[in-house]
């Protein structure tokens, strides 16, 4: 058994953020039990040991004045297991569609087996279709007495508002290094390892505030067999050949596309992982920017104040990001390539000594960002004519989706042809597609995931793409306006060798 398994919390007052154990603590000693719960905060934050800890309180059977489950009696043990049959976990990443749903509104009527209550934990559950959010938004709404609902995500902006409004929100945050040293010297205690807290700190320090990551290093340590120092586990984290931030960060001031995407290209093989890798860059950024206004001395003078700010503020974007994309190093690759190749009008020179007639302290901080994507209008009811409505309409903010879209996936933007903005309500951008093939393609998971963070990019506003079937615009406007032909389901295709060429065999 993994560690993190191993040591996961039993009970409310082992979890590791205080503020969600004592908010749980308090819902239970008031004796009433919200139908329906949504657990939101990054990965790795103790979201699904919650969970359980609240499913065997409102199954156990010998449950203790104070709210502490027994973890002896058959509803805890099985909890604990993950073999309970009336504590269903699902992942709405693989199970995201309306038929699923459906199958679980048939199947929450049903009694519990052996508990007393039936307890679904859905996790992911942003990645539920708008279809099935719909469908479930029902049985949210009114649940037989029998069934509670534990919803985790992270990120709670992509659920529907409705789904959001139902439920009791218990909020979760990325970990503090002494929140994350507490944890690891409970694994250790339990482990019988000598290990002091200033190696536990960089241990800390590499976790980017996930309790999970952190428990995870040092289990990776362990096996490995490194010395548990502060000195050796720096070395083995942070100063790594394939680990080298400072290098990194020349080839960044050199702007030094290619070799740069060499690196992180290094990364992987070398068992690097690249939120780790982007934590200790992110890391070392911030102190440069410190040492910049007066606070430590660990500057980067070849970077500029602002330059600084607009790195991190990449970086910690392209983190954000890691775990949603297909390819873990994409986010990171893409950030390299927003800020060598100006993919968004990027940041001003990054030597102020080539500009001396610019002082760069006099001018406001922001100044240093990239010009901000076209806001939208303020009353969002004419947005399809902001965005482009139809073919022969001022269309610059669609066709800049299109372009940051086409060198991070074509296949989309391909698919994209096929399509146009037709609805955008500060929140939920909806395109009308021309082809049932092309709409089903588009809300494959990989594609909406990279579609949806490029247009949440550029509206500066999370926003969940959703596709609707339209009728194609007449051949006539489109030969008259000049644009790429888009791919069609008539006879003159075959619409399977069409899908081969752009999806692979």
Request: with cysteine; proline share 6%.
């Amino acid at each position: 058994m993994t560690l993190y398994l191993k040591y996961r919390p039993k009970n409310l007052e082992e979890l590791d953020l205080p503020e969600v154990s004592q908010s749980l603590k308090k819902i239970v000693k008031s004796g009433k039990i919200p139908h329906a719960f949504l657990f939101a905060g990054p990965k790795g934050t103790g979201k699904t040991s919650a969970a359980r800890i609240l499913a065997k309180i409102i199954n156990c059977e010998k449950l203790g004045s104070d709210g502490v489950p027994c973890d002896k009696c058959e509803q805890c043990i099985s909890i604990s297991k993950g073999s309970n049959l009336d504590v269903i976990e699902m992942d709405a990443a693989s199970h995201r569609g309306i038929d699923d749903v459906r199958t679980l509104r048939d199947a929450v009527k049903l009694a519990p087996a052996k508990a007393k209550k039936k307890i679904y934990i859905i996790d992911e559950a942003h990645m539920l279709t708008t279809e099935a959010s719909n469908a479930l938004l029902k049985t949210l709404e009114e649940p037989p007495d029998h069934v509670i609902f534990i919803l985790a995500t992270t990120n709670p902006e992509k659920l529907i508002e409705t789904i959001r409004s139902r439920v009791t929100n218990i909020l979760f945050r990325n970990a503090t290094p002494t929140e994350i040293v507490r944890s690891l010297k409970r694994v250790a205690k339990g482990e019988k390892l000598k290990v002091e807290d200033d190696a536990l700190s960089v241990i800390a320090q590499a976790a980017g505030g996930a309790f999970r990551d952190a428990i995870k290093i040092l289990e990776q340590v362990i096996a490995e067999e490194k010395e548990l120092s502060k000195e050796v586990l720096e070395e083995f984290l942070f100063r790594n050949k394939s680990f080298d931030t400072d290098r990194f960060i020349k080839l960044l001031i050199q702007k030094d596309t290619q070799n740069l995407i060499v690196e992180i290209g290094k990364l992987g093989p070398s068992g690097v992982a690249t939120d780790i890798f982007l934590n200790s860059l992110i890391g070392k950024l911030r102190r440069s920017l410190l040492a910049k206004v007066g606070v430590g001395t660990e500057d980067v003078p070849e970077l500029g104040k602002g330059d600084t700010v607009y790195l991190i503020e990449l970086f910690s974007e392209a983190l954000k990001n890691v775990s949603d994309y297909p390819i873990e190093e994409l986010p990171l690759e893409l950030a390299v390539i927003k800020w060598c190749e100006g993919a968004i009008q990027g940041p001003r020179e990054i030597h102020p000594e080539n500009s001396p007639s610019v002082k760069e302290d006099s001018a406001p901080l922001r100044s240093a960002e990239p010009p901000r994507a076209p806001p939208p209008p303020a009353d969002t009811a004419p947005m399809a004519v902001a965005l482009g409505e139809g073919i022969g309409v001022d269309d610059s903010i669609w066709k800049m989706i299109l372009s940051l879209v086409k060198p991070v996936n074509a296949s989309v933007e391909a698919l994209l042809r096929a399509a146009r903005p037709i609805g955008y309500d500060g929140k939920i951008l909806t395109l009308g597609v021309f082809y049932k093939f092309h709409k089903e393609r588009l809300e494959d998971v990989q594609h909406r995931r990279v579609l949806e963070s490029i247009v949440g990019e550029v509206l500066k506003s999370p926003t969940r793409v959703v596709c609707t079937l339209v009728e194609p615009p007449p051949k006539k406007i489109v030969e008259e306006a000049k644009v790429e032909p888009v791919l069609t389901e008539g006879k003159d295709q075959d619409i399977i060798k069409v899908a081969e060429e752009i999806f692979g065999n």
